[in-house]
């Protein structure tokens, strides 16, 4: 038939014959191909290349290779890698050479390092196990291994030290939490210069009455001085983001300036933020608000009882 014709129209000149003189017939194996076509991608587990199989990523991996270092996306961790930029950050920051610098998920120490060669001495705060170690050997054998000094943990849950500025590319993820940690610290510190997604940095800066403008923007504004300070291109990370980023100073208010309890001032702007397309009339009309405002005079006046010391043992019958 005509599949055996093409088979046997592809033996070399010199076959072996068979008992009946026939041609052996000898297989042929060719790579089966890949949905897309990419006769490369055949295998499951990765393309083989010169010296072994590279192994295939999963899909949604996010991670990029740096003497070999997996990045992690799901961390946030976008290695900035222009010096120029890094160089901008430090001088913007006005770190002086008295100063104490606390540095949040410095990654492989690029930041890091020109921080040492500025500050007396600088904190940094990793989560991620590995770029503790490539930190530390990085740093090993330097004039300035002394002055660093390293905590493995999550920002949001450690204990912070004392420090006069804070510096850092801050992983997307944790950006409104981390800044709110940072202003209620005691001691105020003297300012933080923070690398943010562009989007939340502007948030942070924007007057009243900008589209832009919302509950982040008022909060932070009320504890601190904020300023947009450089504007940085996606491309100068190692790997990529997806968005831009920018730079934002940030210079905590001294407390006496502050003159409402900050809780109770945040469930306020929490509901006039809530709904963006009503009024202030409108969202207090609700039902749903008018019953929550009840609820919390309610509170309010049973905390009033005994000089706001509650209800005494006596007053109940327990003697």
């Keep these: 038939d005509t599949s055996r014709a093409c088979r046997r129209s592809l033996q070399p000149e010199a076959a072996h014959t068979g008992l009946q003189g026939r041609p052996r017939i000898y297989p042929f194996f060719f790579p ?86 500025t500050a007396k001495k600088v904190i940094a705060i ?48 944790i950006s409104s939490p981390l800044v709110f940690k940072l202003l209620s610290h005691r001691p105020v510190f003297r300012a933080a210069t923070l690398m943010f997604q562009r989007e939340f940095a502007m948030r942070l800066c924007v007057p009243p009455g900008d589209p832009l403008y919302c509950r982040l923007s008022v909060n932070a504004q009320l504890l601190a001085r904020t300023t947009h300070i450089l504007k940085v291109g996606k491309n100068n990370f190692r790997p990529p983001p997806k968005v831009d980023s920018s730079v934002v100073r940030i210079e905590p208010k001294p407390v006496n300036q502050i003159p409402v309890n900050f809780k109770e001032w945040d469930g306020l702007v929490r509901l006039c933020f809530g709904r963006k397309n009503k009024t202030l009339g409108g969202i207090f009309r609700t039902k749903t608000v008018l019953e929550l405002i009840e609820n919390n005079y309610k509170t309010y006046k049973a905390l009033q009882v005994n000089n706001g010391k509650g209800v005494s043992g006596v007053q109940v019958g327990l003697q």
Excluded: W
């Design 126 to 173: 990793e989560f991620d196990p590995r770029m503790v170690l490539e930190l530390q050997r990085r740093v090993q054998g330097t004039p300035h291994a002394a002055n660093l000094h390293i905590i493995s943990g999550d920002f949001l849950k450690v204990d912070l030290p004392y420090f006069d500025v804070c510096i850092a590319n801050v992983p997307y993820q």
């Design 32 to 117: 089966r191909q890949a949905s897309n076509g990419n006769p490369r991608a055949m295998s499951g587990t990765g393309i083989r290349v010169a010296g072994g199989v590279s192994k295939k990523l999963g899909k949604g991996a996010g991670k990029a290779a740096y003497q070999g270092i997996q990045f992690l996306k799901s961390y946030g961790q976008h290695i900035l890698k222009n010096p120029m930029i890094v160089n901008a950050i430090v001088e913007k920051g006005g770190v002086k050479s008295t100063d104490v610098v606390l540095e949040i998920g410095p990654g492989t120490g690029n930041l890091t390092m020109r921080l040492l060669e």
